[in-house]
């Protein structure tokens, strides 16, 4: 968070892989927010990783994570697999899946930076 104010971000995305306690048990990629205002990023950027990643998409929630509640700039944080996931770990692992994540952010960006 210090480091994107610093040096003045535009946005600040957060990249994660989850797990659950027990193995298998979840999949797929959520799109979290914090703040109302920032609703709309989050909707455009699962919105293109819906329509790209294989992965199952659980849809857009509200968290609350200290890196969106204490960004001053539009904050977002994306789950995109479960690590222990058998079905997620055959696609997180691969350079495909994560150039289409890289894609579907830049994508999204650009729709919600040109509006």
Known sequence: ?????????????????????QANTMSGTTSYYYYDSYLELANIVNRYLSQNAPLANNGVRMGDYYVLRTNQQPAILLELGYMNSDLDLQHINTQSYQATVVE????????????
């Open 1 to 21: 968070v210090q480091t994107a104010h610093a040096n003045n971000a535009d946005a600040f995305i957060s990249l994660h892989y989850d797990a659950m306690k």
């Open 104 to 115: 579907a952010v830049y994508q999204a960006l650009r729709e919600y930076y040109s509006q």
